[in-house]
């Protein structure tokens, strides 16, 4: 087959030949065409979803920050108010919590038989402090005794904070620190 660029050679022949192109041509940039359109159509439609989808999230933010922000203040002005509170109300029960057993417990294993034990009072803070007054035969007795609770891994450390002698007894107020 011989193709004549030139329609006035045989123009019915190379006219149709001519037209099957162009139609085909036509026909695939028409399809491609309303191909486009319609994907610009579909992602145009989902850009408006998907801007409006990210303008109620924008805005749910900012009610959020303002709800913290509110929580926020309300909170500080709670804290003012009720913070030293607080912090009484949880020494009271720290205090509540501290383990008379196991200090009676340490006392009774430790304190010699002839010694005995006259005051005891917790002092709370960083460290767990007990002001004792505890009355010794003699200074070996005490001697012995602090020997003795040094050793305890709960005992920190034991100091003298007064000592007394009276009707031959020596009466030692000391100060215990526990771990």
């Not at 006035?8 to 940039?29: Q, W, Y």
């Not at 009484?88 to 006392?107: D, G, M, V």
């Not at 005891?120 to 602090?146: A, C, E, H, W």
Request: proline content about 3%.
């Amino acid at each position: 087959m011989e193709i004549k660029i030139n329609l006035a050679s045989n123009p019915p022949r190379n006219k149709k030949l001519f037209l099957t192109i162009s139609t085909i041509l036509i026909f695939a940039v028409s399809y491609l065409m309303s191909n486009n359109l319609f994907n610009y159509y579909k992602t145009s439609k989902n850009k408006k979803a998907l801007i409006q989808e990210i303008e109620n999230i924008n805005k749910q933010i900012k009610n959020m920050e303002k709800e913290n922000a509110e929580f926020n203040a309300s909170l500080k002005k709670f804290q003012s108010i009720y913070g030293k509170k607080i912090e009484i109300i949880n020494k009271i029960i720290e205090n509540k919590a501290f383990s008379w057993i196991s200090i009676f417990s340490l006392l009774e294993k430790y304190l010699p038989p002839s010694s005995y034990l006259l005051s005891l009072s917790p002092r709370m803070g960083d460290k767990k402090i007990l002001d004792t007054s505890i009355v010794f035969q003699d200074l070996r007795t005490y001697l012995n005794f602090v020997e003795n609770i040094k050793k305890e891994p709960k005992v920190e450390n034991i100091s003298i904070l007064e000592e007394k002698k009276s009707e031959g007894r020596l009466l030692i107020s000391s100060s215990i620190v526990l771990k």
